[in-house]
């Protein structure tokens, strides 16, 4: 089924409803030097994967110098309701969530709140004890003291050797469970200052600036930005940036009544896709990996800087949009332009971290020359995605924006996302 934003506009603005994304400045594909019909093999390609049984729906969306050529929604935000995919549905983003508290970050570091190379123990005294998990003898291991405090780099470029309980060795792993850490994908009582000081308490995986490991380095940002500005992080980020940037749809949490609004998760199943339940799903050997209902049920104290976010892709594209335009949108400015390109710079080379062919900014992942990456993103394109199949990318060199949101689990059960890429490219022809 498709839903396009032409129709989608109408029924709204007959329900006295605003339409999502009638706020975002629109042009013509042809005035953005994109080619209409190849734009259409995008919603072609998300109507077969629907058709098969890939995904249940997708909203997509390409913006070019500034504004829109392509928003679209295609399928069902829940199966089994019959309700139609719309531009306006609501997402959980998850680690999309990321770019944000970096951006929260490097807001405070402009205002000489924080350095870059400040270690994290003067805002979070609890990492002054920090240990590393290192090989013991007998095939065990043993506690290490640091070489180097971690720094807001490190935590910035996943280089600080905090880690995933999902993506540790079982060594690691059952220290996270036992120390009750979680992930920001389920809903729990306390607050992120809480977990932060329990994950302290763990060993690292790896000395601070050794390699990159993808961690929950950016929910221990988030508790520093509510140390250093004495708010709650969805205060700050709702203040900062979300009311300057006019993302109406964007936070932490959901009141009940908009339930409605949010695609559903769905898991491949024998027989096509099988919706997941709302209450917390286990990954088989007692952790809980996340909740598809943590956005309007449970408690509302935890904010998870990594991973907590709920958004629609219009909003999440105006912020998308502001950071092409050097940390500007429509006369508000969050960021200075100098601080949005050391952002979208590679950092791992400059800290030494071993593992090559990785690029890593603070908060993106960088793209390398398409000759080596293989892939149509030119060098320099940052972006990131979610755990529940969202993407983005923001490409400086051909000024351009795309977002793809899904909500499937496992999200490497579908090639779209790596489709969409392909075809986003081949329909810029000037």
């Not at 469970?177 to 009582?189: C, E, N, R, S, V």
């Not at 335009?325 to 080379?349: C, F, K």
């Amino acid at each position: 089924m498709r839903v396009t934003r032409g129709s989608l506009l109408l029924l709204l603005l007959l329900a006295g409803r605003p339409a999502a994304g009638q706020d975002l400045p629109f042009a013509r594909p042809v005035q953005l030097g994109l080619d209409p019909g190849r734009l259409d093999r995008i919603v072609t390609l998300v109507e077969e994967a629907v058709d098969r049984r890939e995904i249940a729906g997708a909203v997509t969306l390409v913006a070019r110098l500034g504004r829109v050529g392509h928003l679209e929604a295609v399928g069902w935000r829940d199966i089994e309701r019959r309700a139609p995919m719309e531009t306006g549905t609501l997402f959980r983003i998850a680690s999309m969530t990321k770019a944000v508290t970096s951006v929260a970050v490097m807001q405070l570091y402009e205002s000489g709140a924080l350095l870059l190379d400040d270690p994290v123990s003067r805002y979070l005294p609890a990492f002054a004890a920090a240990e590393v998990l290192t090989p013991g003898g007998g095939g065990g291991h043993r506690l290490a003291p640091l070489d180097r405090p971690i720094t807001i780099r490190h935590l910035l470029t996943h280089t600080s050797g905090l880690s995933y309980r999902f993506l540790a060795p079982p060594q690691l792993a059952q220290r996270y469970i036992a120390a009750g850490i979680t992930d920001g994908l389920a809903q729990t009582d306390g607050t992120i200052g809480e977990m932060v000081d329990r994950l302290a308490t763990v060993p690292l995986l790896h000395q601070p600036g050794a390699r990159f490991t993808y961690s929950l380095g950016v929910d221990v940002l988030g508790r520093v930005v509510e140390v250093v500005t004495g708010r709650s992080l969805a205060d700050y980020m709702r203040e900062a940036i979300f009311e300057p940037l006019a993302m109406v749809d964007t936070g932490f949490y959901r009141d009940p009544a908009d339930a409605d609004r949010f695609a559903s998760i769905y898991a491949p199943g024998a027989d096509g896709l099988v919706e997941v339940p709302d209450a917390p799903v286990s990954s088989g050997d007692g952790r809980t990996v996340y909740s598809a209902g943590y956005p309007y049920a449970g408690p509302r104290t935890y904010h998870s800087g990594g991973a907590g976010l709920t958004s629609t892709i219009s909003d999440y594209a105006r912020f998308l949009l502001a950071l092409l335009n050097g940390g500007e949108l429509e006369g508000t400015r969050i960021l200075g332009r100098r601080t949005v390109q050391l952002m979208t710079r590679d950092h791992l080379a400059g800290l030494g971290v071993s593992g090559a062919g990785r690029r890593f900014g603070l908060g993106f992942a960088i793209s390398g020359d398409p000759g080596v990456t293989g892939g149509p993103r030119s060098e320099g394109a940052f972006g990131w995605l979610g755990f529940f199949n969202t993407v983005y990318w923001v490409d400086p060199e051909e000024q351009l924006v795309a977002i793809i949101m899904t909500q499937l689990y496992p999200n490497n059960q579908s090639r779209l996302t790596d489709r969409f890429e392909v075809a986003v490219y081949s329909a810029i022809v000037n």
